[in-house]
Structure formats: structure tokens, C-alpha cells
């Protein structure tokens, strides 16, 4: 071996780790971690497939590092999203250390007392742990944050796209700045990532405040072999049936699925909590009629922990078909074992996701294979053209094209203005710290880099918004501390959390519970919990609990739930699909005929031509192609013009009740952008519902939320340049 060779510099206990897993090659983006964690002082982003060594990559070289170097505290500070992942990455830990004197400790709310203990004991090795029990470390533990961090070496921070552009990534930066100001240590953070667009813009947020470089350690992009297929389906409506079943609606869909699922290890991705129940009883309907075993579980986040833990064990368990029904919460790296398909019903929420869960399917050198899913309702050939596009066919199929074409994932901005953290953050430094003056307060929060943009005066604002509805007071001497509303806040654990906590009850069928339902549902009701229909039998409003029976037939109570934002690139590659003529080989022939329909109309019709469409008399069709933000912020410019004639027609369209002539004139005498946003600010002051997307929102004083919805939730430099196509 020469010098130079990855696993002659790691540590023995690691090689003879290697030896007994009877790996025969240290991979190559493990081998360049190495070069970048031994050699240098950086900060590393390591972008690498869905289980292609990651966790590895990472921590060979850091763990090496700690047995040459041990730390006088804990060493290595891991910080994941969930908690069934650090679980999971435990094990492997776990059993890589055992016999190197290096403890892994684990912290979340599922970890006992006597295992936090013997952390804080040993403040050695390497603690797992969540934002939300980080949090609660600074206001619980404060005291001792010193004692356990002070010669931190590593943060090594797992899924950062999940955390980028969220409430909780910008949690996570601030309680590293926060640490790093206790401890007065500079450790160096570690990123890992299966999906990242702009690199840029990760190695960035990576960063932080620190002033130091990151290097980037990148395999992403390598080539591997995928199978693909896209099919498309109707949907039949109900039309008042009351025994209309998931198996009515889409006949044709389940049964593909149901052969697709059969005798394999499959992993089924809905959109929804709905989807996913009607999912896995239409499945279990099929099986039942044709007697085959029911292998089908249910994976959403209102389903107990006992029974995704169940539809976790069977996906690994080797050599029994198993097939899991989910959402996003199966979306990230937990390891599922060998799956043999990954099949997506809609296209899924974002290019982003899309890469995620197709590396959950070709693990260990085999090809990835994804079959597609789209549904389309019916409509009449009296119907506008717009509404007779399949729209979701061509969303699926731009998400797929910009990630084979260019290898293009959704970039993840920063809102300028995220008041709720702000709040959040306020709250905990008065309860970790008692009391603080005004500028020792604003010294310690307003710099945290989350809050680069807010004011002074802003900030000024929201204090004195906070005083007057008691979550702080003032002293004799002029410091802030917590007031009656603000303890009652900070001393709950749900505290700890920067996403909205739902009100939740739980169901229980006798003693065991089976998942929860966000409001109370009427006794009598059918409700469907863990892909199988349950009667309301008693509700207990003070305890929150609802108590259930088994019931053969279909939920009468729908979940809510689904829709998220789409990019302006998936909306724009959406209408360079319909425009042109490329075929595309994963397209199952009624997909690829009904493509080709889609693209006669959209010729015949003129949709292509303009954003602008006649529809009757005195209205018409604004066809902006745009995402979400830009979308809605055009929306909300032309109902300001027209006093509310401006009204969603599809996810992509808007129908404006005003004659083309009457419109391009109101368009024409537009004001500057600044005056449009003021305008647009005041009306979202006027409306009645302001905020609700922060957990703390109902805290911050409307002004300041009509500040962030007019710089974080409108584009309206974008959304004008669009307009005044109008007026040409």
C-alpha cells in the first residue's frame, strides 16, 4: 500500500472493521472525504448518491482523527432531521466503534434518562442528536454546555438539503453560532447530501458566518443506470355514490400497482396522507379478492410510531416480498434494505424529492428503477383547451427531463424576513439567560445569520409587540425577562420545535394506538388509519383521544394535506414539453398518445402563443407559465387591478373577468415596483388571515408580517415583467 492509499490512513480499528465487512474497496468519493478531512482545515460538503458511503465517507476519516487526537469532550456532534435516522445511524456506529473506546450517544425525546446521563457523564465521543433536543440542551442544560462541547472537533450536519431553505436549517445555524459563542471553539461542519442544485449555494449556507472554506467532495453527478416508465391513467368521478371506493375512482391505476407491488420489495410514494391511505386499501381490496397475502404497510406522519417502525422492519427483512405505501417520510436516507421498484403516484413535489426517491431503488450497484403514475379527470371537448391539458403528465415528465438533461435540482433560498425564528430565537435566549438588557439581547439574537436583514427598528417593533402581550416584561432596571405568557411558552417541550405543532388527537382501537387525526372527528364517522377504515365510536375532547372499531368499507372522513410549490423551471420545461416534438422512451404508449393529444390542442388552439387568451365575452386566460411565487404574485396584481376578478382556474392558469382591452389599460398605467408591493402590502394588512406559515406568526405584529410576505412570499419584479405583456 502506498502513501497515498485512503485505508492505509485510517485508523486500525477501522481497517479491521473493513476487514471483518468484508469490503474490497474504499469508494472513490470516501477516498477523496479522506484527502479532505486529514488534510485539511476546511469545512466539507460531501454530495453523494443515496447510499453510495456517505456516512462512511464522513466518518472514517473524522473517527480516525479522534483515535489519533482524542478530544477532551465530546468530539463530534451529529445532527439529523429525524429521529428514526439517527436510530438507524446509531446501529452502524455503533457497531464500527465497539471496540474503540470512541462512545456514540444518541439524544431525542425517545433516548432514556439514564442514557442522557451517561452522556453528559462521559461528555466523550460522538452524540446523535436533533435540532429539537439541541434546543432543549441550551434552555434545560445550559449550565453544561461548556463542560460537553468545549473541544468539539466536528459538526457533521446529515441531509442538508432537508434542512436548507426550511425553518429548522436555519435553527440548526443558529444554534451553532450559539454554541460556538459558549464554548468559544470553532469546530469544523461536515454536510452530506444526496440532492443538492446549486453547490454554491450549500457550500454557503455550510459556512455560515464562520470564514472558512468548504470543500467540496462531489459524486452526485455520476451516471448510473436507470429504468424508467411513466404511465398514465383517468380517474372516474363518484357522481354522489356513497360506496365509491379508492378501487372506483381509479380502477385501472390500482390494478397496475397491485402487479407491479406483487412478490417484490416495493416502495410506493403518495403526495398525501389521503393518497396513501386510499393507496394501501385499494391494494389490500385487490389482494383479498384474488387471494394473495396482504404484505401492503402504511408510512405517513399520523401514523404511530409502532406501526412505521413495523413497515421499516419488514422492508428490510430479507427474502419476504413487502410492500410500503408513504410520503416524504420515507424520503430521506432511514435504510430500507434491497428494494427492487420505486413507483410514484403524481409527479412528486419537486425535482429535488424526485432524485431523492429514485436512490432508493438500484442500492449496490444496480440499475434504479421508478415507474411513474399520473391520473388525469375527465373533462368535456366544451371545456377551454387550457382545461383539458394533462397537466400533471407534463409536470412528471419536466421533472424527470431537467434531471436527466441537466442534472438540475430546485436551488433553496433564504426568506429575508423570518420574523417566527425570530421570535423563537428571542424567547430562548431570555429563557437560557433570565434576563438581558434591550442591547445585550439585540447583541446576542439580531447577529445570529438568519437575521442579517431584519432592522433595528424592526426588531424594536417586535419587542415592543412582545411586551405588550406579556411574553416579556421589563425590570426595575430596565432588562427584559420572560413575562407569565412567555414562560408558559419556553416551559413546554413543544417549545423546542420551530414547525407548527397541529393540534392532534389520538386513536385508539382498544389500548393501542394507531396513529392521529388533526381535528375531531363525529362519532359514527369511518376515518382511515393505517390503510384500513375505522368507526368513531366515543371522542374524549379534554384527553384528545378518539376511540375506534374496525370497519369494513370506505373512510366518509378526508385527510388534508398534499400541493406544495413548484419552480419556475419545472412550469417552464413544462411548456417546452408541450411545444416540441422529442419523444421520450420512458413513456408508456396511453402516456405517449395522450402527449401527443396534448400537443395537437395546445398547436390548434393557440396556448402557445402568448400568456394572454380570449376566453367569452368580457373575460380572459393569463397563461403565465411561472411557479408557485411568481404565479401568485401575478395572480395578486391582477385581482388588486380588477377589484378581485382574478381567480385560479388550474395550479398554472388564471381567469381574469375583464375585457383584454379594459385590462391592458389598467396594466399600462402600472406604478413603479416599490409602490405595487406597498400596494400588495396593504392589502394582505387588510385581509383577515395573516401569516399561519411560521409556528410563531400569531406573535408578530401584522406590519411586520405584511413586511415579509411582501419581500419573502411575492416576486414582483418578475410577475410586472410578465404583466406587461398585456399592455403590448
Known amino acids: 500500500m502506498t502513501p497515498a492509499d485512503p485505508f492505509a490512513r485510517l485508523a486500525p480499528f477501522i481497517q479491521e472493521y473493513i476487514w471483518r465487512q468484508g469490503w474490497t474497496e474504499i469508494r472513490a468519493v470516501q477516498g477523496e472525504a479522506c484527502s479532505a478531512l486529514l488534510d485539511s482545515d476546511d469545512h466539507v460538503l460531501i454530495a453523494s448518491g443515496t447510499a453510495s458511503g456517505k456516512t462512511e465517507a464522513a466518518f472514517l476519516p473524522i473517527l480516525t482523527s479522534l483515535h489519533e487526537d482524542p478530544p477532551a469532550s465530546i468530539g463530534v456532534l451529529y445532527i439529523g432531521p429525524l429521529k428514526a435516522l439517527i436510530n438507524d445511524q446509531f446501529y452502524r456506529l455503533d457497531g464500527l466503534l465497539e471496540e474503540s473506546g470512541i462512545p456514540v450517544g444518541a439524544w431525542h425525546g425517545d433516548v432514556s434518562s439514564s442514557r442522557k446521563k451517561q452522556t453528559v457523564e462521559q461528555a466523550r465521543g460522538v452524540l446523535q442528536i436533533t435540532p429539537e433536543s439541541l434546543e432543549g440542551l441550551f434552555l434545560r442544560r445550559g449550565t453544561i454546555l461548556n463542560r460537553l462541547f468545549h473541544d468539539l472537533r466536528f459538526v457533521v450536519i446529515d441531509e442538508v438539503h432537508a434542512f436548507m431553505g426550511d425553518e429548522r436549517g436555519r435553527q440548526v445555524l443558529c444554534l451553532l453560532e450559539r454554541l460556538e459563542r459558549v464554548t468559544r471553539v470553532p469546530p469544523r461542519r461536515v454536510g452530506l447530501s444526496a440532492t443538492l442544485g446549486d453547490l454554491g449555494l450549500a457550500q454557503a449556507w455550510l459556512a455560515g458566518t464562520t470564514r472558512r472554506a468548504v470543500r467540496v467532495v462531489n459524486d452526485a453527478g455520476a451516471r448510473r443506470r436507470l429504468h424508467l416508465a411513466l404511465e398514465h391513467f383517468p380517474l372516474h368521478e363518484a357522481e354522489g355514490d356513497q360506496n365509491f371506493s379508492p378501487l372506483d375512482e381509479a380502477p385501472d391505476l390500482y390494478r397496475h400497482l397491485y402487479e407491479r407491488t406483487l412478490g417484490r420489495k416495493t416502495l410506493v410514494f403518495r403526495n398525501s396522507r389521503q393518497g396513501v391511505e386510499d393507496t394501501v386499501v385499494a391494494l389490500r381490496g385487490l389482494a383479498e379478492t384474488r387471494g394473495t397475502p396482504d404484505i401492503y404497510h402504511v408510512h405517513h406522519g399520523s401514523v404511530a410510531a409502532a406501526y412505521r417502525e413495523d413497515a421499516e422492519r419488514a422492508m428490510r427483512e430479507e427474502g419476504r416480498p413487502a410492500c410500503t405505501v408513504a410520503t416524504v417520510t420515507l424520503e430521506l436516507g432511514i435504510d430500507l434494505g434491497q428494494l427492487e421498484r420505486v413507483l410514484q403516484v403524481d409527479p412528486p413535489p419537486s425535482v429535488s424529492s424526485f ?156 389500548a393501542s394506538e394507531i396513529g392521529t387525526v388533526g381535528s375531531a372527528p363525529e362519532v359514527g364517522s369511518v376515518i382511515s388509519l393505517i390503510g384500513r377504515a375505522w368507526r368513531v365510536m366515543d371522542v374524549d375532547g379534554e384527553r384528545r383521544h378518539v376511540f375506534v372499531r374496525r370497519e369494513r368499507g370506505r373512510n366518509t372522513t378526508a385527510w388534508s394535506g398534499g400541493g406544495g410549490e413548484v419552480h419556475d423551471r419545472v412550469v417552464q420545461r413544462m411548456r417546452e414539453v408541450l411545444a416540441s416534438g422529442d419523444d421520450y422512451a420512458y413513456l408508456q404508449p396511453v402516456a405517449r398518445s395522450r402527449l401527443e393529444e396534448a400537443r395537437h390542442l395546445a398547436r390548434t388552439s393557440g396556448l402557445l402563443d402568448g400568456l394572454v387568451h380570449d376566453l367569452s365575452e368580457g373575460s380572459v386566460l393569463f397563461l403565465p407559465w411561472r411557479g408557485t411565487r411568481v404565479h401568485g404574485t401575478v395572480q395578486a396584481v391582477l385581482a388588486h387591478l380588477t377589484s378581485g376578478r382574478a381567480q385560479g382556474d388550474t395550479p398554472y392558469s388564471i381567469v381574469v373577468g375583464s375585457p383584454r382591452a379594459e385590462l391592458a389599460h389598467r396594466v399600462a398605467a402600472l406604478p413603479s415596483e416599490e409602490e405595487v408591493r406597498g400596494r400588495l402590502r396593504q392589502a394582505f394588512l387588510a385581509g383577515s388571515h395573516l401569516g399561519g406559515l411560521g409556528k410563531f406568526d400569531a406573535l408578530v405584529p401584522r406590519g411586520l408580517l405584511a413586511d415579509a410576505h411582501a419581500v419573502d412570499s411575492l416576486d414582483i419584479p418578475t410577475a410586472l415583467k410578465d404583466l406587461r405583456s398585456l399592455a403590448v
Not at 433570565?434 to 439574537?445: I, K, S, T, W
Open 355 to 510: 432524485v431523492q426517491r429514485l436512490g432508493r431503488t438500484g442500492r449496490r450497484g444496480g440499475p434504479g428503477e421508478m415507474v411513474f403514475y399520473t391520473l388525469e379527470r375527465g373533462h368535456s371537448d366544451k371545456d377551454p383547451p387550457h382545461r383539458r391539458l394533462p397537466w400533471t403528465l407534463l409536470q412528471a415528465i419536466a421533472t424527470v427531463q431537467l434531471y436527466l438533461e441537466e442534472r438540475w435540482v430546485e436551488p433553496t433560498g433564504q426568506p429575508r424576513l423570518p420574523f417566527s425564528l425570530l421570535v423563537h430565537q428571542t424567547l430562548g435566549a431570555l429563557g437560557q439567560y433570565e434576563e438581558l438588557a434591550p442591547r445585550d439581547l439585540a447583541a446576542r439574537v439580531l447577529t445570529l445569520s438568519p437575521f442579517r436583514h431584519v432592522t433595528q427598528e424592526q426588531y424594536r417593533a417586535l419587542l415592543h409587540h412582545l411586551l405588550t402581550s406579556d411574553h416579556l416584561q421589563r425590570t426595575d432596571e430596565g432588562g427584559l425577562i420572560l413575562g407569565l405568557a412567555g414562560e408558559r411558552l419556553v416551559n413546554d417541550w413543544h417549545f423546542f420545535a420551530v414547525f407548527p405543532d397541529v393540534p392532534e388527537y389520538a386513536v385508539f382501537n382498544g
